[in-house]
């Protein structure tokens, strides 16, 4: 599986922005497609994720700001950022676990820089 991730930039706090990912390859593999962040100087986190019976869940920082979503075909991953703050300034990285080995797929990333 191959991820493509797009979308970032630069917001102001209290803006919005949606990525995107869009994914090729052995789509039908896939079984979970999620969305981590890293901060300058810290780990990369799970942002949300979403499973293939469409059940979601999110870091509890982001849960009432953010919304991921996908199209019918598993083709494209979104991410609608809401509300955004200074703190949410990180490079999102698009994810995927596919197959009978639940392997980790990783897209290029995307940096978010919510600045005034």
């Known amino acids: 599986v191959q991820l493509q991730a797009s979308g970032g930039g630069l917001v102001q706090p209290g803006g919005s922005l949606t990525l995107s990912c869009a994914a090729s390859?052995?789509?039908?593999?896939?079984?979970?497609m999620g969305w981590y962040r890293q901060a300058p100087g810290k780990e990369r986190e799970l942002v949300a994720r979403?499973?293939?019976?469409?059940?979601?869940n999110y870091e509890d920082s982001v849960k009432d700001r953010y919304t991921i979503s996908r199209d019918n075909a598993w083709n494209t991953l979104y991410l609608r950022m809401n509300s955004l703050q200074p703190e949410d300034t990180a490079v999102y990285y698009c994810?995927?676990?596919?197959?009978?080995?639940?392997?980790?797929?990783w897209g290029q990333g995307t940096l978010v820089t919510v600045s005034s």
């Open positions: 994810n995927v676990l596919a197959g009978w080995a639940w392997t980790n797929y």
């Open positions: 979403i499973r293939k019976d469409d059940s979601t």
């Open positions: 390859g052995n789509i039908a593999s896939i079984k979970v």
